[in-house]
């Protein structure tokens, strides 16, 4: 590594959909960031069709200290925004929040550092669901599944991955597929997983660091059985769905996440009925539990759950919490 700085330049990119005050609390959170001599840029991929987000990115932009790029990609689609605001980037770090994130102090740093320390290519980081009653018994069962980590791992090394989310991408150790996210999953989301599993495939290292930290904002219409559901059967499907993507070597993969589905299904369901005839809040742990275990035998793209695209112009799920 040179001491340029192109080597030290970061581009942010933050995705956007029909959150103005999402947007408004990440884009604070990133500027808030204290950094070493870098060259830094923020890309906000606004993906709603009518632009919405762009008075509040340009009202911010006017005071930034950093670049801030708005980006107006109107065709809704997880996978779209984020291939369509890499297509402006021009940092060798890329590092993406999410809307409903927040980053906490001495986040981008460490993301950075870690990948440094360890020649990783991809970095994960650790997000904590903020919920939006801190009244609900379910909170303690609920939030484990909003939030992102690997629980008592230290800094280093990992094979498995986390989601895009709060991750960093060292585009000098990555070779970017084309498109980067898969477009066929707009809706249902999982394009990080393939992703991820691609580059790990051609030799891309991935490291993990718990000290960089963020907040996962969780909206109302989030919080409750109904989305836990979906959510936890759309994780299921992601390993499976990882093996599938790898055509015929995948195979082994497939028959071994779908019995490892069906285990799950019998073991969990039971428990899950009984909680719930009881009243136990811990019920929503054994929900989710049970539809990831689902989701891992009925893996098929035609079953999935949409969340994004145009599927979340019909919904309310995307709208953050106050």
């Given amino acids: 590594m040179t001491n340029n700085i192109q080597d030290r330049s970061v581009s942010i990119v933050i995705p956007t959909f029909q959150r103005p005050k999402g947007i408004e609390r990440a884009l604070k959170s990133v500027l808030s960031q204290k950094?070493?001599?870098?060259?830094?840029?923020?890309?906000?991929?606004?993906?709603?069709?009518?632009?919405?987000?762009?008075?509040?990115?340009?009202?911010?932009?006017?005071?930034?200290?950093?670049?801030?790029?708005?980006?107006?990609?109107?065709?809704?689609?997880?996978s779209n925004a984020r291939n369509g605001a890499l297509t402006h980037v021009t940092g060798r770090f890329i590092v993406f929040l999410d809307d409903d994130m927040q980053a906490r102090e001495g986040w981008l740093e460490t993301l950075i550092s870690t990948a440094l320390k360890f020649d990783a290519g991809i970095v994960f980081s650790a997000a904590i669901a903020k919920m939006p009653n801190p009244n609900d018994p379910r909170n303690k069962y609920m939030a484990p599944f909003f939030s992102s980590s690997f629980p008592n791992k230290p800094e280093g090394l990992v094979y498995e991955t986390l989601g895009t989310g709060g991750c960093l991408l060292d585009m000098t150790r990555c070779d970017l597929p084309r498109p980067p996210f898969d477009t066929s999953l707009n809706e249902t989301g999982g394009e990080d997983d393939i992703l991820f599993d691609h580059l790990r495939q051609n030799g891309t290292k991935a490291?993990?660091?718990?000290?960089?930290k963020s907040w996962e904002i969780v909206?109302?219409?989030?919080?409750?059985?109904?989305?836990?559901?979906?959510?936890?059967?759309?994780?299921?499907?992601?390993?499976?769905?990882?093996?599938?993507?790898?055509?015929?070597?995948?195979?082994?993969?497939?028959?071994?996440?779908?019995?490892?589905?069906?285990?799950?299904?019998?073991?969990?369901?039971?428990?899950?009925?009984?909680?719930?005839?009881?009243?136990?809040p811990a019920y929503v742990e054994y929900l989710a539990r049970t539809a990831r275990g689902l989701g891992k035998v009925f893996w098929a793209n035609s079953l999935s759950p949409k969340f994004y695209g145009t599927a979340a112009l019909k919904s309310n799920l995307n709208q953050p919490a106050e």
């Fill in 35 to 78: 950094v070493n001599n870098r060259q830094i840029e923020i890309i906000v991929a606004d993906n709603d069709p009518v632009g919405s987000a762009k008075k509040i990115v340009k009202s911010i932009a006017q005071t930034s200290a950093w670049k801030i790029k708005y980006v107006h990609i109107p065709e809704p689609g997880v």
């Fill in 207 to 212: 490291a993990w660091s718990p000290k960089a």
């Fill in 219 to 280: 909206p109302k219409g989030r919080a409750t059985p109904e989305y836990i559901w979906a959510r936890n059967f759309a994780f299921g499907q992601g390993p499976t769905n990882i093996h599938v993507s790898r055509g015929l070597k995948g195979l082994p993969g497939i028959i071994r996440f779908m019995t490892t589905g069906t285990i799950q299904l019998c073991l969990y369901a039971p428990i899950y009925m009984v909680l719930k005839l009881i009243g136990h």
